[in-house]
T-cell receptor, first 115, second 114 residues
Framework: DAGVIQSPRHEVTEMGQEVTLRCKPISGHDYLFWYRQTMMRGLELLIYFNNNVPIDDSGMPEDRFSAKMPNASFSTLKIQPSEPRDSAVYFC?????????????FGPGTRLLVL | GEDVEQSLFLSVREGDSSVINCTYTDSSSTYLYWYKQEPGAGLQLLTYIFSNMDMKQDQRLTVLLNKKDKHLSLRIADTQTGDSAIYFCAESMGGSSNTGKLIFGQGTTLQVKP
């Protein structure tokens, strides 16, 4: 398997623009997680899905952020409108199931810069 | 609420041992993990320990768990320059009703000087 795939790897946009980040989890993994990493706040869980259903979105910072998982092999994280303080690295991770010592497998991240 | 705390920075000389410490709050955590993040990359699992274990050794890595004090440590023997990275401690959430969710510490930057 190719691992968790994220696109784009880098995104530079202007304040006010819509940004869409994409993630393809590892095939067969039931859980998908979106994280944001910044120097100031470290690694934050934004939202996670189980079998394509959002389970916990309490980490989503504002209504400007939304996430979807239309099928088991694809998820998007959208920011509309984007702001400079959204600049961060956004990671997607997947895991096959809960428990049993199963780890989360992380994608390489999308580095977002909002000017 | 649940929280995981780590020191932010550790500097060692090549060949020395490194010890990275972590404290956590959720006593029902079933598994505790150590992840490594190299520059420009995502997090990769280094090792994990089940909560009923005190110690786990894997080549140069030794994990110690003190469940009473909710303290976890990662020892890297014979630290190499390639070990320079950010190390994250994480605990699993929910105990027996494991949700798959992890709580991560803020990460410890390990600097290895030649």
């Amino acid at each position: 398997d190719a691992g968790v795939i994220q696109s784009p790897r880098h995104e530079v946009t202007e304040m006010g623009q819509e940004v869409t980040l994409r993630c393809k989890p590892i095939s067969g993994h039931d859980y998908l997680f979106w994280y944001r990493q910044t120097m100031m706040r470290g690694l934050e869980l934004l939202i996670y899905f189980n079998n394509n259903v959002p389970i916990d979105d309490s980490g989503m910072p504002e209504d400007r952020f939304s996430a979807k998982m239309p099928n088991a092999s694809f998820s998007t994280l959208k920011i509309q409108p984007s702001e400079p303080r959204d600049s961060a690295v956004y990671f997607c991770a997947s895991t096959p199931r809960a428990g049993g010592g199963e780890t989360q497998y992380f994608g390489p991240g999308t580095r977002l810069l909002v000017l | 609420g649940e929280d995981v705390e780590q020191s932010l920075f550790l500097s060692v000389r090549e060949g020395d041992s490194s010890v990275i410490n972590c404290t956590y709050t959720d006593s029902s955590s079933t598994y505790l993990y150590w992840y490594k993040q190299e520059p420009g990359a995502g997090l990769q699992l280094l090792t994990y320990i089940f909560s009923n274990m005190d110690m786990k050794q894997d080549q140069r890595l030794t994990v110690l768990l003190n469940k009473k004090d909710k303290h976890l440590s990662l020892r890297i023997a014979d630290t190499q320059t390639g070990d320079s990275a950010i190390y994250f401690c994480a605990e699993s959430m929910g105990g027996s009703s494991n949700t798959g969710k992890l709580i991560f510490g803020q990460g410890t930057t390990l600097q290895v000087k030649p």
